[in-house]
């Protein structure tokens, strides 16, 4: 009766990829049998790294859940929301925000990775200082006690928790729970270049591509560069081609096959990726289906429903939160 909470998040930057799939998704499923599952599409998270650019916003959540969806993620077990819809995500915030020291945000290894990375764009601003400020309060308000995360936001789950530890502290009461990460055990996917898979490298496989655009990827999929011929034996090991195989192509046999040949230089490129589309293929078009078979209005509906199952559980917080505070 008494399920644990999973808080999780996306920014919705576009259609979903090979590699959220791998990272996150998978996970979700899972999780969502066993846990009181919010999955939530952190547009203000989006925002805040891409404020210069905000038309393409809407449209892109709608297509993130969508594409959750598509997966298999189940409307009627877990809560699915758009962060926002709940304005006590932002209440949240500017409470944790008073009590977060410069310091803490300003030493975070994201916040500096992102500074130096995303080219271009002016970040040293003071909404995307507090990019972790405002995920704390994504899962302190559902007291999500696990958020699945991948590698790459430890850091955020490692602040959150000393922001509620000093919120506790300071007020003298404990309302929340610390967060736990649950890790993806995959690590990052890599694109079909062999550089990690990220839509800003092009170089992704979309859970909506079509078949044709598909074979096309795959069939430009980088493999071993020293074999130019098809008698040169090949390495498997760190091939994208066959990291892709191994994930995704439940012929395990055929896989094994495959892999003896490439490595005795007995098979062509082509019947790798061939085999490989094929593969990707049979994982893909389940999805595809399910997808066509949510209308926007649909979405739209499960979306009013995520967003008030959500928000009743956020003012509750709010309620707690506010008292503390003497405020209200
Ligand atoms: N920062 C996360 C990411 O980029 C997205 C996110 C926002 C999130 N709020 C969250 C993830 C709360 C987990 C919990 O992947």
């Known amino acids: 009766m008494n399920k644990k909470t999973v808080l999780s998040g996306m920014r919705p930057t576009g259609k979903l990829h090979l590699g959220h799939w791998v990272g996150a998704?998978?996970?979700?499923?899972?999780?969502?049998?066993?846990?009181?599952?919010?999955?939530m599409v952190a547009d203000w998270h989006a925002l805040m790294s891409d404020y210069e650019h905000p038309a393409n916003i809407k449209e892109n959540s709608l297509e993130v859940v969508k594409d959750w969806l598509a997966c298999g993620i189940d409307p009627e077990k877990s809560t699915i929301f758009i962060q926002s819809r709940v304005p006590e995500h932002l209440e949240l915030a500017m409470v944790f925000s008073l009590l977060t020291p410069l310091g803490w945000l300003e030493r975070c290894t994201t916040y500096k990775e992102q500074l130096r990375e995303l080219k271009g764009r002016m970040l040293a601003t003071y909404g995307f200082l507090g990019y972790p400020v405002l995920q704390t309060a994504d899962i302190a308000l559902y007291n999500a006690d696990s958020v699945p995360v991948g590698m790459d936001q430890l850091p955020h789950l490692e602040l959150a928790r000393e922001i509620i530890r000093k919120f506790h502290k300071l007020y003298k009461k404990n309302i929340f729970v610390e967060p736990?990460?649950?890790?993806?055990?995959?690590?990052?996917?890599?694109?079909?270049?062999?550089?990690?898979?990220?839509?800003?490298?092009?170089?992704?496989?979309?859970?909506?591509?079509?078949?044709?655009?598909l074979k096309k990827k795959v069939f430009s999929m980088y493999t071993d560069p020293k074999r130019t011929r098809a008698d040169i034996p090949g390495k498997v090991e760190g091939n994208p081609v066959f990291i892709y195989h191994d994930l995704f192509n439940r012929d395990l046999e055929q896989v094994k096959e495959l892999k003896k040949r490439y490595q005795a230089g007995g098979v062509g490129d082509v019947e790798v990726k061939d085999k490989l589309y094929q593969a990707l293929n049979r994982f893909l078009e389940p999805i595809r289906q399910k997808r066509e078979s949510f209308s926007d209005l649909k979405v739209q509906e499960i979306l009013v429903k995520g967003t008030e199952q959500a928000a009743l559980v956020a003012k509750k917080t709010m309620t707690k939160v506010k008292t503390c505070l003497h405020l209200g």
């Open 25 to 39: 998704i998978a996970n979700w499923v899972r999780l969502e049998k066993e846990y009181k599952c919010f999955f």
């Open 180 to 213: 736990k990460p649950i890790l993806t055990a995959v690590p990052k996917l890599v694109g079909i270049d062999n550089r990690k898979m990220s839509k800003s490298y092009n170089n992704s496989i979309n859970l909506s591509d079509s078949q044709e655009t």
